[in-house]
């Protein structure tokens, strides 16, 4: 179901990433945002041609959302490799209650047949993201990432593209409130998805 598994073995030895040491306030490894964010709001397409809006395709569930790439050397790999391996160990409640969204930046290259095999190879469920350049940059702008831009190289004329690769968790409110930065753990990540989904429960 997964692939790349020399990912994840290179995921698990540890690539960086989070240090050990206090939670955040609500008890997160992940980096709580002083500023809560939107769910992007732009029309997209998912992989497999039909339409996905944000608000009514994640309502009720936590929402992973990561802005990247298929041709991504090292990064979008491992970010997905790590939670597809995580959320194969949890409970069935939590792995019904999360949802991963990948949003492709390369529209280009990522057409729909290749955004599917790319994402459902790491796990069937994953959601594979496309839309038009200026609705991805402008769902970029709406979550505070960046612009990307792409690094062609000299001999082949292919491009890599350099972005900033935090998931944003949404709480099940439809409310982005955790970052988890490249080099974040699988058991980090096995910590905070049942708090994620508990999140606001009384």
């Not at 992973?64 to 995580?86: E, I, M, Q, R, T």
């Not at 935090?166 to 970052?179: K, L």
């Amino acid at each position: 179901m997964k692939h790349v598994v020399v990912l994840l073995l290179a995921a698990s030895i540890g690539c960086g990433g989070q240090k050990d040491g206090a939670l955040s306030r609500h008890g997160f490894i992940g980096t709580e945002l002083s500023a809560p964010l939107p769910l992007p709001s732009q029309h997209f397409t998912d992989s497999r041609g039909h339409p996905f809006r944000f608000d009514s395709a994640t309502a009720g569930k936590v929402a992973l959302v990561f802005f990247g790439y298929s041709h991504c050397p090292d990064v979008c790999p491992v970010h997905l490799a790590n939670l597809a391996a995580v959320l194969d160990k949890m409970p069935e409640e939590i792995q019904r209650q999360v949802t991963v969204v990948f949003v492709t930046i390369d529209p280009q290259r990522d057409s729909l047949p290749v955004l599917d095999a790319w994402v459902h190879g790491f796990d069937p469920d994953f959601i594979g993201l496309t839309a038009a350049p200026g609705d991805i940059a402008a769902a970029q702008r709406e979550v505070k990432l960046p612009s990307t831009g792409a690094v062609v190289g000299a001999a082949t004329g292919e491009y890599t593209i350099g972005h900033l690769t935090p998931v944003i968790a949404y709480t099940r409110d439809g409310v982005g409130r955790v970052e988890y930065p490249f080099g974040t753990r699988q058991k980090d990540w096995a910590h905070d998805l049942p708090l994620l989904v508990a999140y606001g429960d009384h």
